[in-house]
């Protein structure tokens, strides 16, 4: 037996939250929002398409990093770590107001009336509190975080799972008695969010925030579902702790079975729960943890089985600074296209010259879109990649 410790870093880890990362800059970047290549779009309403696994799949993959990281403090709690999680939530919060924040103040700016001198544009286009939007992807990673992170850390994590099956039912029974499946006004989703957040403040779509309030309570339990794989697997296994390929023979079965139970049932329950991203429905929960969990157990028998690696480079780049990247991809979002320049008597932005100019010309509306998203992120991932080679980690 080799007397060195077996390293029990799974890398498969980080490609599949790179994964994600990548999928989510690339969904929200298309050429154009009127052509968008099938497998890019979201289910409008009730359904799922590939874009709708990939935020869900953070999640879950956060779920587990964060037994990763309480695992460091033995689950012990303290003032001092409690504080810490706070303010890891804070921060994240208020970077997903500022991206909100910095969106509005560019495109203002850019399309500011001619009339208003420089001082009352400049003014306007700072002043946009009272239209932004409260909730969004990072605010609800916060929120979903902190809340994980104390639960682990003040209850005992055999109890977790009647946790997350109380949360579920909880909200279904909501839905039901809420007319939580009504894709408008009338939904209490849309009720509450527009009592508490008021319309100003919330994503125009019927109504409907996809990143409300009341859907928080589903996104705590998929996040805590995640951190009980992570115990499942991560958690101590004196008979397997020295062999790394049991080990992960042993992550593998357990992520398997998982995945196939949560995946079938949820499917199953969709039947009485449809399945819809935009309420974070509990089926969409339990489908979504579940095909997670059956990803990463094939990314693990590819990469830390197989060593098959030298593809999940590219993926890594982004998996190791997965908030940062994400937010490095809404700025240059932003910015691509907020920032115009001349351009035949008129003037374009540096997204409509690379789509309109560059890319629909050769591949068509739709493949252009889609060639648009790819470039965005071949973008990114050059500075990406500069960070992940240079081993420098950015962590929010």
Not at 174 to 182: D, E, K, R
Not at 190 to 207: C, E, Q
Request: proline fraction near 4%; charged fraction near 10%.
């Amino acid at each position: 037996m080799n007397s060195q410790k077996t390293s029990k870093r799974i890398l498969a880890l980080d490609i599949l939250r790179g994964v994600t990362i990548a999928g989510m800059i690339m969904v929200n970047n298309p050429g154009s929002w009127a052509h968008i290549y099938a497998p890019l779009g979201h289910a409008q309403w009730l359904g799922l398409t590939p874009t709708d696994l990939v935020f869900p799949f953070f999640m879950f993959i956060m779920g587990i990093s964060t037994y990763i990281s309480m695992k460091k403090f033995n689950f012990e709690f303290s003032t001092t770590t409690a504080l810490k999680i706070l303010k890891r939530s804070v921060i994240i919060f208020l970077i997903g107001l500022a991206i909100s924040w910095f969106s509005r103040f560019c495109y203002y700016w850019g399309s500011a009336p001619d009339s208003l001198s420089f001082a009352e544009n400049l003014w306007a286009s700072v002043w946009t509190f009272d239209r932004m939007r409260i909730l969004g992807v990072m605010q609800r990673l916060a929120l979903c975080y902190g809340a994980t992170a104390l639960i682990a850390l003040t209850m005992k994590h055999k109890h977790i799972p009647y946790l997350i099956a109380s949360l579920l039912i909880g909200y279904f029974i909501l839905l039901l008695c809420g007319n939580g499946f009504a894709y408008n006004e009338t939904n209490i989703l849309s009720i509450v969010d527009r009592a508490i957040l008021t319309p100003a403040h919330m994503y125009k779509d019927n109504g409907i925030d996809p990143e409300g309030i009341l859907s928080t309570i589903p996104s705590i339990a998929h996040v805590l579902l995640g951190f009980c794989v992570g115990r499942m697997m991560l958690g101590n296994d004196q008979s397997v702790k020295e062999d790394r390929a049991a080990l992960l023979n042993s992550h593998l079965i357990k992520l398997f079975l998982v995945g196939t139970i949560l995946t079938f049932a949820g499917f199953l329950l969709s039947y009485g729960c449809p399945i819809s991203k935009k309420i974070w429905s509990p089926t969409f929960v339990l489908v979504t943890c579940g095909l997670a969990s059956s990803f990463l157990a094939l990314l693990i028998w590819i990469i830390d089985v197989k060593g098959y690696k030298k593809w999940s480079v590219f993926f890594e780049s982004f998996g190791v600074n997965p908030l940062f990247m994400y937010v490095l991809g809404g700025v240059l979002g932003i910015l691509f296209g907020s920032i115009s320049f001349p351009w035949e008597g008129g003037s374009i932005s540096i997204h409509g010259f690379l789509y309109k100019i560059i890319l629909m010309p050769l591949f068509g509306p739709t493949g252009g879109s889609l060639a648009y998203a790819l470039v965005f992120i071949a973008i990114n991932w050059s500075i990406g990649y500069q960070l992940y080679k240079r081993k420098i980690y950015i962590k929010i």
